[in-house]
């Protein structure tokens, strides 16, 4: 192929190609719709990985090398130069490697927007990632939804308690449906070469996600859950739109490059530049669950498992996340400031909240946030390879965590941890490819996290040096590193936790023990290949550098960003993180291991605190007392004057004109139709009297006329006479 970029292309139109079979296949399809989409997405990665062996071979993708930032850039704070790039966006001078093509789409003016793809080192390495990881979740799902195959689906959430389950229909090609939709739009954003595209396929994810999020909607908490992440991702897409319109308005462009060569010249700065990158990352702050917009992402898990696995690891919330980091030259050091600080404060917030969550997906969902944090931290103070390192690193074990979780549930048909325990024995598989994830989501050594995490806090620290000591910089810099520390050890803390409470210990509930059971082999073989991705992918594999930074790095969506903290920063930077885990790790084994000491007695010792963190700091509480009962107070007065003042003239002024109408009627219907019709009766009634004069006997008619003449004479001389007197 003449154009590898095709290669991504294709991979790109296969799940939509599978979404249009399923969507015109409907139900009859049965299992078959899981073989076409899961087919469809293994085929994408098979491309994607074919284009990634090419993009290696030919610009020299893990070759060890050491890019600066750009002049007169601090580590990525503002715009930097453009790479150059060969003719025709090919060649591999630099490691400048790009495969693109475009499509002129609309002009207005001298302004023309074009479509197309643009494939770089970036684009290779999220490829690969959200192809390899939906991959395995298709796989698993076709175990997990096998439920949506019978005839019919019974459901008890669906109802009250104490009410039968709800019977339905069940949706199993449906939800393959929705998957290759949601697969097709991540993919498209990922391949896409301007902002305005990325907006398109941005607000497909999102229409998926309220699919997904929904797909039991007989469940209020479902479709509640659904019109949450729907409206909240509005939200932060307004603020992306002023974005939007101001790079549309001041450079005339969307395209990512023209972008970067526009702000190098100059051309877009000052407090202007700062509002588009917080407009566009307003956008991130939704899609990645970032405070103050985390609210919809725990409440999501009401939808399928697998979904909430393609959800936190490979598609919507990432999306954020790569978009930062695409947009990275677009930023302000104003702007970046705050998108650290933003981080900071989710990733230690969501920590908290996990910490007292006793529903296992809902301690991972705000796994999730922190982790979003700890890569939006990580950008934030420069460190654009370590944070989008840590996004596929964490993508990996993210995605491994929740299918582990789903194995746990679909098992033991509960999600509630204080139910599980002891379920080692009963799930060893699982146990142990969780117990995996755990460890690379706590920072353990020779753990993917491990690398991915304690590069962010590196290059905190780094921040914290190079900042002014004195003014908001002397505040806020050491405070974004001790949260990002500090977060180390919540994290250790919450996810041992988790995995105590479930597989270790006695069984706290006998029922849910006997009813467990290790998951089939469509579900265990892709949590065994995420675990061994877990552990293995932030290794460097002799090359001197993890393989995943230098991916990153060696490309032009790296060059100006990647420059590495000093070797003695990263080593105290690390030491403090490890110091951090061991702590989490050792309370974790005090409360829930050994159990030394009772979490329940430490939670009545605090219980303003404990209550303070299972209300989730309140969010929901306050956004439901300053928005939402507001929004609900208005309506209902809006209802009430639509329906006692509109809808009473609209309804008054038609009482009255049907009384009219009525009274018009009655009128008419009396003495308009009565007059004529009295008319013709009377007509009629002198025809039917005059009828007998007809005999049709001349002798007769004669007589009459005779009669009658004889009769007007006399009349006439009777009248003359009379008048001659």
């Given at each position: ?107 207005f ?22 192809t ?96 949450k992440a ?71 898990m ?23 980091g695409?947009f ?5 050091p ?8 933003v ?53 990996f ?17 509960t ?21 995996v ?71 706290r ?116 007392a ?37 009274a ?28 007998w ?33």
């Amino acid at each position: 192929m003449q154009d590898p970029g095709l290669l991504y292309v294709i991979a790109v139109l296969l799940p939509l190609a599978s979404f249009l079979i399923l969507l015109l296949g409907g139900k009859r399809l049965g299992i078959v719709a899981a073989y076409i989409a899961t087919a469809a997405i293994g085929g994408a990665f098979v491309l994607s990985a074919i284009g990634l062996v090419r993009y290696a071979r030919e610009g020299d993708l893990f070759t060890a090398s050491h890019h600066e930032p750009a002049a007169g850039q601090d580590h990525g704070h503002g715009a930097a130069a453009p790479a150059e790039e060969p003719s025709g966006g090919h060649g591999t001078k630099d490691g400048t490697l790009v495969w693109k093509g475009q499509i002129r789409w609309a002009a207005f003016g001298h302004d023309v927007i074009r479509l197309g793809y643009a494939v770089d080192n970036l684009t290779v390495v999220m490829f690969a990632m959200v192809t390899l990881v939906a991959t395995l979740i298709h796989i698993y799902s076709i175990g997990y939804m096998h439920e949506e195959l019978h005839e019919p689906v019974h459901d008890p959430l669906a109802v009250e308690p104490g009410e039968p389950p709800l019977e339905r229909p069940g949706r199993f090609p449906r939800f393959f449906t929705y998957l290759s939709l949601f697969c097709f739009s991540m993919l498209g954003l990922v391949l896409s070469d301007n902002i305005f595209l990325v907006f398109v396929f941005w607000e497909l994810v999102g229409v998926c996600s309220y699919l997904l999020i929904g797909f039991y909607y007989e469940r209020r908490s479902a479709y509640r859950a659904a019109i949450k992440a729907f409206v909240t991702n509005r939200v932060g897409d307004f603020g992306f739109l002023i974005g939007l319109a101001i790079i549309w308005t001041t450079l005339g462009t969307f395209n990512f490059e023209e972008i970067r060569a526009a702000l190098a010249d100059g051309k877009l700065t000052g407090a202007l530049l700062t509002v588009a990158g917080l407009g566009i990352f307003c956008g991130c702050v939704g899609k990645s669950a970032q405070f103050p917009l985390h609210v919809w992402l725990p409440d999501a898990m009401e939808g399928p498992t697998p979904v909430s696995a393609l959800i936190h690891a490979a598609t919507m919330v990432a999306a954020g996340v790569y978009l930062v980091g695409r947009f990275f030259f677009l930023f302000s050091p104003t702007a970046l400031l705050i998108i650290a600080m933003v981080g900071a404060i989710t990733l230690f917030m969501a920590g908290t909240i996990a910490i007292v969550q006793t529903d296992i997906k809902r301690v991972l969902a705000y796994s999730t946030i922190s982790q979003l944090g700890y890569m939006m931290l990580g950008l934030g103070v420069g460190g654009w390879l370590a944070g989008l390192f840590h996004l596929i690193t964490h993508a990996f074990f993210k995605a491994l965590l929740f299918m582990c979780s789903g194995s746990v549930i679909h098992a033991a048909g509960t999600q509630e941890m204080p139910q599980m325990g002891g379920l080692l024995k009963k799930m060893p598989i699982t146990a142990i490819t969780m117990l995996v994830g755990t460890l690379a989501i706590a920072g353990i050594p020779f753990f993917s996290g491990y690398y991915s995490k304690d590069a962010i806090l590196a290059y905190a620290l780094h921040f914290w040096q190079q900042a002014p000591q004195t003014g908001l910089y002397g505040v806020i810099a050491p405070t974004l590193f001790v949260l990002a520390v500090g977060g180390a050890a919540i994290t250790a803390f919450y996810m041992f936790r988790l995995w105590f409470m479930t597989f270790v210990g006695k069984p706290r509930d006998h029922h849910v023990y006997e009813h467990a059971h290790e998951s089939p082999p469509t579900m265990t073989v892709p949590l065994i290949v995420l675990a061994v991705l877990s552990w293995c992918a932030g290794y460097s594999f002799g090359l001197g550098q993890p393989v995943i930074e230098l991916a990153l790095q060696n490309g032009p969506a790296g060059q100006g960003f990647t420059a590495h903290p000093p070797h003695a920063t990263h080593e105290l930077a690390g030491t403090f993180a490890l110091g951090a885990v061991i702590v989490g790790v050792v309370l974790a084994v005090i409360f829930y291991g050994v159990r030394l000491l009772s979490p329940d007695e430490v939670a009545a010792q605090f219980p303003r605190l404990y209550r303070f963190l299972w209300h989730k700091w309140y969010f929901d509480e306050l956004y439901a007392a300053a928005l939402v009962r507001p929004v609900l107070a208005f309506s209902r007065k809006v209802r009430a004057f639509d329906w006692n003042i509109i809808d009473g003239i609209v309804d008054g002024v038609a009482y009255w004109t049907a009384r009219l109408a009525s009274a018009d009627g009655r009128f008419d219907f009396w003495i308009i139709d009565g007059i004529v019709n009295l008319v013709g009766e009377v007509t009629y009634w002198c025809g039917e009297r005059l009828r007998w004069l007809q005999t049709g006997r001349i002798r007769q008619y004669i007589v009459f006329l005779v009669v009658g003449t004889v009769a007007v004479l006399a009349l006439l001389f009777y009248v003359t006479t009379l008048f001659a007197r």
